[in-house]
Nanobody
């Protein structure tokens, strides 16, 4: 069983930076794929960035060049470094992990607000 807890959200001005963390209570090495999602008010949840256990990374086009995903299996933590933030990045950010058995785990979300 894995529990995920996000932290690091907050209010930042346009052009600012935040680093989100997703701490796992279990061992994130048991998670094959980990993904950051976000959901803005009135919009569908969208994938932002994902990373596999062997380090393969994908980004949504909207965040390429600005966001960096990483995971530290030794610390059981995944990160999302967000730079050059824009008002359209405002959303609740969720971390998710999929185990090798195909079980989905989700965190409770952390609010990111970018002021113009």
């Amino acid at each position: 069983q894995v529990q995920l807890v996000e932290s690091g959200g907050g209010l930042v001005q346009t052009g600012g930076s935040l680093r989100l963390s997703c701490a796992a209570s279990g061992v994130i090495g048991s998670l094959n794929v980990m993904v950051w999602y976000r959901q803005a008010p009135g919009k569908q949840r969208e994938g932002v960035a994902g990373i596999t256990s062997n380090g393969k990374i994908n980004y949504a086009d909207s965040v390429k060049g600005r966001f960096t995903i990483s995971r530290d299996n030794g610390k059981n933590t995944m990160y999302l470094q967000m730079n050059s933030l824009k008002p359209e990045d405002t959303a609740v950010y969720y971390c998710s992990g999929v185990s090798w058995e195909g079980i989905d785990y989700w965190g409770q979300g952390t609010q990111v607000t970018v002021s113009s």
